[in-house]
């Protein structure tokens, strides 16, 4: 892991990718730019956490049992997702088997909501937003950094060209990242197998493809 990085570290490896000089605080920012960076953080962390099953920012929470089931699908049992939940994962890989087990058959989602008409609580995997960031990927520390760059590009240097230039480092990194299964992924790779979609899976059984 990245051990060592923080908020600041990351956000000062951003301004580098700039040309800009290292940040001097996350509490008291020195430049428009520092504060543009800043501001920006959270919501290009959550995006990126978002986009992929990064292995250090998985989660598992397993939820105490409801009082009684619910019959009316207008008023099902709700349990709150986690305040830190970027996104829920849904299958998980059965490794021995080499295929793909779903974790959430009789449940759905609702805003910020798990529904479910029986009493049994549900069990949660999710991407979270609040790992340290000592524990990030370096990998995901360089994608994020990078993020942060091209967010930013265009008020600090007015340069499509510097933007692209980011733009293809970020891709690069996100293809290592990738290779070296930084992200739990169906096939290994940035593919995903037609099969682990349970809806086009129930209809190539039932035309016998």
Not at 5 to 28: E, F, R, V, Y
Not at 152 to 168: D, G, H, I, M, P
Request: glycine share 2%; with cysteine; proline share 6%.
């Amino acid at each position: 892991m990245a051990l060592g990085d923080t908020q600041q570290s990351i956000l000062t490896l951003a301004l580098n990718h700039l040309g800009a000089p290292p940040m001097s605080s996350i509490t008291n920012p020195a430049t428009p730019l520092e504060t543009q960076i800043l501001n920006y953080y959270q919501p290009v962390l959550n995006a990126e956490l978002r986009k992929n099953d990064w292995l250090f920012a998985i989660k598992r929470l397993e939820y105490p049992d409801a009082t009684s089931a619910q019959t009316d699908f207008e008023t099902p049992n709700t349990w709150p997702l986690p305040t830190d939940c970027v996104r829920v994962l849904r299958e998980q890989r059965d490794r021995l088997a080499n295929s793909f087990v779903s974790e959430a058959t009789d449940w759905w989602i609702e805003g910020r909501n798990i529904c479910k008409k029986s009493i049994k609580g549900p069990k949660l995997r999710y991407i979270s937003d609040a790992v340290d960031p000592s524990e990030y990927d370096p990998l995901f520390v360089m994608a994020l950094s990078y993020r942060l760059a091209i967010a930013v590009c265009e008020y600090a240097t007015q340069s499509t060209q510097k933007e692209n230039a980011l733009a293809q480092l970020y891709t690069g990194i996100i293809s290592d990242a990738s290779k070296q299964n930084s992200w739990e992924d169906p096939a290994g790779t940035t593919e995903v197998n037609k099969y682990d979609y349970s809806w086009i899976s129930n209809r190539l059984i039932l035309y016998n493809f």
